[in-house]
């Protein structure tokens, strides 16, 4: 059984992320919203291992910082799974992509969900006012 390492998870990212910025519909979006990408991957780097090694070291709130992002549709969480699928698939071995790829998947769809509920339910305010 191959397991995942810290090293593994540096290169996922970064090779993640060099997608997204090559990506037509995602890249201006990250281009909007990161200036320095190496805080952001380092970051990014932290989130994974806490994902897949259950590390703790990521300390943030990846809701409200999706949320804050203008110009995302649902559409771009599909594109971001997709490139997100390849990436891993390229750079891991097979149980190990479909691990990334599922909690990624849970993920994508969490953040989704925060972002615009589900489909056909009017989002609520807490006060009780639509939004």
Do not use: Q
Not at 19 to 34: C, K
Not at 65 to 82: C, E, I, R, S
């Amino acid at each position: 059984m191959t397991l995942v390492t810290e090293a593994l998870i540096e290169e996922v990212v970064r090779g993640f992320y060099a997608r997204v910025r090559d990506n037509p519909d995602l890249g201006p979006i990250f281009a909007g919203a990161i200036e320095d990408w190496e805080p952001h991957l380092a970051k990014m780097m932290d989130f994974w291992s806490a994902v897949m090694l259950s590390t703790r070291r990521f300390k943030g709130n990846p809701v409200m910082k999706h949320n804050a992002l203008g110009g995302v549709t649902p559409a771009h969480f599909d594109t971001w799974l997709g490139l997100f699928r390849e990436n891993a698939r390229d750079l891991c071995p097979p149980d190990i992509a479909e691990e990334f790829i599922r909690k990624a998947e849970m993920i994508a769809e969490s953040l989704k969900l925060a972002k615009f509920g589900l489909p056909g339910v009017p989002r609520v305010r807490s006060a009780g006012a639509p939004l």
